[in-house]
């Protein structure tokens, strides 16, 4: 007769960080996906600059000051963002609460200068071929601000909550901090050929 062996998982943390957590390795994949489409876009923008006998097609190129103070403000905010999320490793409440709200401030600021920023295009979405995909790659890229925005706002409740000394909350925060790099990655190439590319 064969012994039966039984284990006792009762021990296990419920929840896991980084790469033990489910809810990370679904950020990851949805970055994947998101930033697939990025790709895309940006291969639509070189591709439509290859063929046109002027780039942009029948507009100057973009004002640079709306988009390179984004850019500032997104380089910026890694510096507390990083430390947001060493603060949800060591599971330190009272920093990662400050960390939350400074970061709930911080999403906002892009958001702001976006406002002008679709303006200093000098062009609409309907002009011509070059309109359509950089608005496209602007829209895209503020669906993800305001994404995240959202998303860090509720964390951000729910830290000054019960629910905010929850070893799961940690990871969330941890998360949410993985997918604001991802937005500040994201917008360096966009940034390049609106800006820049337009300029050559």
Not at 61 to 88: H, K, M
Not at 126 to 138: E, F, H, P, R
Not at 145 to 159: C, P
Not at 163 to 175: A, E, I, L, M, T
Request: aromatic content about 12%; charged content about 15%; overall charge positive.
């Amino acid at each position: 007769m064969r012994e039966k062996i039984v284990l006792d998982l009762g021990k296990l943390p419920l929840h896991g960080m980084g790469t033990a957590s489910v809810t990370w390795w679904g950020t990851l994949a949805f970055m994947l996906i998101e930033g697939t489409g990025f790709a895309l876009v940006i291969a639509v923008y070189l591709y439509l600059m290859s063929l046109a006998t002027a780039w942009p097609i029948n507009t100057p190129p973009p004002d640079l000051l709306p988009g390179t103070l984004v850019t500032l403000i997104l380089l910026t905010s890694l510096i507390p963002n990083i430390l947001l999320s060493r603060w949800a490793e060591q599971q330190d409440l009272r920093k990662v609460r400050i960390g939350m709200v400074m970061m709930s401030m911080i999403g906002t600021l892009p958001l702001i200068v976006r406002i002008f920023e679709f303006p200093a295009l000098k062009v609409s979405w309907d002009s011509n071929a070059y309109g359509s995909v950089v608005w496209t790659l602007l829209g895209l890229h503020t669906t993800h601000i305001i994404t995240d925005l959202v998303d860090t706002l509720v964390l951000a409740a729910l830290v000054f909550t019960r629910h905010g000394r929850s070893p799961r909350r940690f990871g969330d925060v941890q998360d949410n901090a993985m997918y604001w790099n991802f937005v500040v990655a994201t917008w360096l190439p966009i940034y390049g050929c609106i800006y820049w590319l337009a300029r050559l």
